[in-house]
């Protein structure tokens, strides 16, 4: 099945598998096989134009990938970072004869140079918009005889209450970071809003420390400081302290969250709050990749619904509810909440890439039976609908567009390398000519068929396209002394190869004599391959 193409299959040809030799190989093996791919593809032995116009530019890239590999420092470069790594800027400055270790740490300053000059360039935008709607009318309807009310026919529905909010951070340095955020909320007529400034900056790995300042027009200025702090691999801390300034005089606020792994998957938390409203909150949280669930215990008058249950003195609440990534960069989600004495809500969300959209709707204050049926029920009739007229259409239909704007963006790179394999090939076969006679003289190693790509071998997948090449010729150009001897990396790097469906699964197939006798095995790509062997004998037998 095909896959997205990564940067690294776009990348050029790997000096290892361009050479045929191993990652640890020695600069003598580098040497023999330079040497022998410089025979193949020296200029001066074509006298065609063109074929020589080829020759000297396989010639070129064969001295190059022996340069990188032959230089110990600039092949620890590869080996850690590929071909970019020695792109990066900076690398002149670097003192010869360093380890591979050193090579690392000043490959990571250099990206974090980079990094740096980066950040100036992002602000990481974030947004909320919440939009509350009251359906209680859906439900709690007067009795009968309030019915002859004008303009009581239909229930009411209503927007009763708003909430936006933005933010947008500003990287100062690689530990320093400005932020800026503002609300503005609205609830029955009545509004407000306010804006917020803080600097955060990393002390350690193990934590950071964040002042705030803000101010509103419901409430006076706000100084604030927050720290978090890793107390061991499975613990943490939060602390929030905060002076809220008003017409009443200063009031302090402190919070602080103690936090522990229980297991993979489950974190347990100790909150206490003093100051404006204090109370103690415990819960534990477990979050896998197909379940969510809280249970929290608290004591203020105010419970604000974080899980699937919570209790405390003031009432009960259970939500439960579910989510679905629906496409790469959205995830929508459902939850219905029941409550003692907050009745029953549903409440819907869409996460678009860093924005919120919530939409709470209250539907009764009482524990109604066919409340919490139809705010169960009518999310999944909706969602199954969407998904199925509107949802999956739309995402066939993108990555239909993302698979072909993925040929169009190869097509010129995979016509490239074919055309340099088919260059490659025309320059072996002199070569080619001279290895056949010999071995042939010795019954050595003859290579009949060889094929590289995709196979379709299982019958349920024969829609599928065969994409395969053939690689006889660069085959037998690479066997010595009746031996063929492929390293563990991807064929396509192999004088005379190309890859023919990138990203896609592929094997090479090779039918071949020895001893008179023929052979045949199938190899991954990746796979390492040594013929002749025993076990690749056909048998003939009845």
Same mark, same amino acid.
């Given at each position: 099945?095909?896959?997205?193409?990564?940067?690294?299959?776009?990348?050029?040809?790997?000096?290892?598998?361009?050479?045929?030799?191993?990652?640890?190989?020695?600069?003598?093996?580098?040497?023999?096989?330079?040497?022998?791919?410089?025979?193949?593809?020296?200029?001066?032995?074509?006298?065609?134009?063109?074929?020589?116009?080829? /020759?000297?530019? =396989? *010639?070129?890239?064969?001295?190059?990938? @022996? $340069?990188?590999? +032959?230089?110990?420092?600039?092949?620890? #470069?590869?080996?850690?970072?590929?071909?970019?790594?020695?792109?990066?800027?900076?690398?002149?400055?670097?003192?010869?004869?360093?380890?591979?270790?050193?090579?690392?740490?000043?490959?990571?300053?250099?990206?974090?140079?980079?990094?740096?000059?980066?950040?100036?360039?992002?602000?990481?935008?974030?947004?909320?918009?919440?939009?509350?709607?009251? /359906?209680?009318? =859906? *439900?709690?309807?007067?009795?009968?005889? @309030? $019915?002859?009310? +004008?303009?009581?026919?239909?229930?009411? #529905?209503?927007?009763?209450?708003?909430?936006?909010?933005?933010?947008?951070?500003?990287?100062?340095?690689?530990?320093?970071?400005?932020?800026?955020?503002?609300?503005?909320?609205?609830?029955?007529?009545?509004?407000?809003?306010?804006?917020?400034?803080?600097?955060?900056?990393?002390?350690?790995?193990?934590?950071?420390?964040?002042?705030?300042?803000? /101010?509103?027009? =419901?409430?006076?200025?706000?100084?604030?400081?927050?720290?978090?702090?890793?107390?061991?691999?499975?613990?943490?801390?939060?602390?929030?302290?905060?002076?809220?300034?008003?017409?009443?005089?200063?009031?302090?606020?402190?919070?602080?969250?103690?936090?522990?792994?229980?297991?993979?998957?489950?974190?347990?938390?100790?909150?206490?709050?003093?100051?404006?409203?204090?109370?103690?909150?415990?819960?534990?949280?477990?979050?896998?990749?197909?379940?969510?669930?809280?249970?929290?215990?608290?004591?203020?008058?105010?419970?604000?619904?974080?899980?699937?249950?919570?209790?405390?003195?003031?009432?009960?609440?259970?939500?439960?509810?579910?989510?679905?990534?629906?496409?790469?960069?959205?995830?929508?989600?459902?939850?219905?909440?029941?409550?003692?004495?907050?009745?029953?809500?549903?409440?819907?969300?869409?996460?678009?890439?860093?924005?919120?959209?919530?939409?709470?709707?209250?539907?009764?204050?009482?524990?109604?039976?066919?409340?919490?049926?139809?705010?169960?029920?009518?999310?999944?009739?909706?969602?199954?609908?969407?998904?199925?007229?509107?949802?999956?259409?739309?995402?066939?239909?993108?990555?239909?567009?993302?698979?072909?704007?993925?040929?169009?963006?190869?097509?010129?790179?995979?016509?490239?390398?074919?055309?340099?394999?088919?260059?490659?090939?025309?320059?072996?076969?002199?070569?080619?000519?001279?290895?056949?006679?010999?071995?042939?003289?010795?019954?050595?190693?003859?290579?009949?068929?060889?094929?590289?790509?995709?196979?379709?071998?299982?019958?349920?997948?024969?829609?599928?396209?065969?994409?395969?090449?053939?690689?006889?010729?660069?085959?037998?150009?690479?066997?010595?002394?009746?031996?063929?001897?492929?390293?563990?990396?991807?064929?396509?790097?192999?004088?005379?190869?190309?890859?023919?469906?990138?990203?896609?699964?592929?094997?090479?197939?090779?039918?071949?004599?020895?001893?008179?006798?023929?052979?045949?095995?199938?190899?991954?790509?990746?796979?390492?391959?040594?013929?002749?062997?025993?076990?690749?004998?056909?048998?003939?037998?009845?």
């Amino acid at each position: 099945m095909a896959t997205a193409l990564s940067e690294e299959e776009l990348d050029n040809e790997d000096y290892y598998s361009l050479l045929n030799v191993r990652r640890e190989a020695s600069s003598e093996e580098l040497k023999a096989a330079y040497r022998r791919l410089c025979m193949l593809y020296h200029p001066d032995k074509h006298r065609d134009p063109e074929l020589k116009s080829q /020759a000297e530019r =396989l *010639f070129n890239l064969v001295h190059q990938a @022996y $340069e990188v590999l +032959s230089d110990p420092q600039t092949r620890a #470069i590869y080996d850690i970072y590929g071909k970019r790594g020695l792109e990066m800027e900076g690398w002149e400055v670097v003192e010869r004869r360093r380890t591979p270790a050193e090579i690392r740490e000043e490959f990571e300053r250099l990206q974090r140079e980079r990094e740096e000059r980066r950040l100036q360039q992002r602000t990481n935008p974030k947004g909320t918009i919440s939009v509350g709607i009251d /359906a209680t009318d =859906l *439900f709690d309807r007067y009795e009968e005889e @309030y $019915e002859d009310v +004008s303009g009581s026919g239909f229930p009411q #529905i209503e927007i009763n209450k708003m909430h936006i909010s933005q933010s947008i951070e500003a990287p100062l340095t690689a530990t320093d970071t400005a932020i800026l955020s503002g609300s503005l909320s609205t609830q029955n007529g009545n509004g407000g809003g306010s804006i917020n400034f803080a600097l955060r900056r990393v002390t350690s790995a193990k934590g950071w420390g964040e002042l705030e300042f803000g /101010a509103g027009d =419901l409430q006076g200025p706000l100084f604030g400081l927050k720290l978090f702090r890793n107390l061991t691999p499975r613990c943490f801390v939060t602390t929030n302290c905060a002076l809220q300034f008003s017409s009443r005089g200063i009031r302090p606020g402190l919070t602080t969250v103690l936090a522990r792994n229980l297991d993979r998957n489950t974190v347990g938390y100790l909150q206490w709050r003093w100051g404006i409203q204090s109370a103690m909150n415990t819960s534990i949280v477990r979050d896998t990749k197909t379940s969510h669930f809280t249970v929290a215990l608290q004591d203020d008058d105010q419970t604000r619904v974080k899980g699937s249950l919570k209790a405390g003195f003031f009432g009960t609440v259970v939500e439960y509810g579910a989510e679905r990534k629906i496409s790469r960069h959205s995830v929508l989600g459902a939850a219905v909440s029941v409550g003692v004495p907050q009745g029953v809500s549903l409440k819907v969300k869409l996460n678009r890439a860093s924005q919120t959209y919530f939409f709470p709707v209250h539907l009764t204050d009482q524990l109604l039976p066919s409340a919490v049926f139809y705010a169960t029920v009518g999310p999944l009739v909706v969602y199954f609908a969407l998904h199925r007229l509107v949802i999956k259409p739309y995402l066939r239909a993108q990555k239909e567009k993302e698979l072909e704007k993925q040929r169009e963006s190869t097509a010129t790179d995979i016509l490239q390398k074919k055309q340099e394999a088919e260059a490659a090939v025309r320059l072996m076969q002199e070569s080619v000519r001279r290895i056949i006679e010999a071995e042939e003289s010795r019954m050595g190693l003859i290579i009949v068929n060889a094929w590289y790509g995709k196979f379709v071998n299982d019958k349920s997948k024969k829609s599928e396209k065969v994409k395969v090449i053939d690689v006889t010729v660069p085959l037998q150009c690479l066997v010595k002394d009746s031996k063929l001897i492929l390293t563990e990396a991807s064929k396509a790097g192999l004088p005379g190869f190309y890859d023919p469906c990138v990203g896609e699964e592929k094997n090479l197939k090779v039918l071949y004599q020895f001893r008179g006798v023929l052979h045949q095995v199938m190899a991954l790509d990746n796979e390492a391959l040594r013929i002749p062997k025993q076990s690749h004998r056909i048998d003939t037998d009845g």
